[in-house]
């Protein structure tokens, strides 16, 4: 079974940045595609941004390109979100999850490409 347990959440200034992180135990998760969604109050989980295997390619939802990276450290079995340049509207909590292997032929942002889901951590952009 795997476990993800995200970090490094908190409340930050308009225009500050972030760094959140996912651990990662149960399977080594160098062969997984890892992701990044968000779910503010009174809104559905949206996508935020996803990493390869071997982080060969990331992708970006629209609203946070430019502003946030992905990565990751497989010796570490962790995934990471770096956040700049944050906005109030980046407001919510922030969850790590591993894509399913199987191919299912739903795109990277389809958050029922994934299976497994950390617990969450908030990030509040506020003055």
């Known amino acids: 079974q795997v476990q993800l347990v995200e970090s490094g959440g908190g409340l930050v200034e308009p225009g500050g940045s972030l760094r959140v992180s996912c651990a990662a135990s149960?399977?080594?998760?160098?062969?997984?595609?890892m992701g990044w969604f968000r779910q503010a109050p009174g809104k559905e989980r949206e996508f935020v941004a996803y990493?390869?295997?071997?982080?060969?390619?990331?992708y970006y939802a629209n609203s946070v390109k430019g502003r946030f990276t992905i990565s990751r450290d497989d010796a570490k079995n962790a995934v990471y979100l770096q956040m700049n340049s944050l906005k109030p509207e980046d407001t919510a909590i922030y969850y790590c999850?591993?894509?399913?292997?199987?191919?299912?032929?739903?795109?990277?942002?389809?958050?029922?490409?994934?299976?497994?889901w950390g617990q969450g951590t908030q990030v509040t952009v506020s003055s």
């Open positions: 999850t591993v894509r399913a292997r199987a191919y299912s032929g739903r795109p990277y942002s389809d958050a029922r490409d994934y299976e497994y």
């Open positions: 149960g399977r080594t998760l160098s062969s997984d595609g």
């Open positions: 990493i390869t295997v071997s982080a060969i390619a990331t």
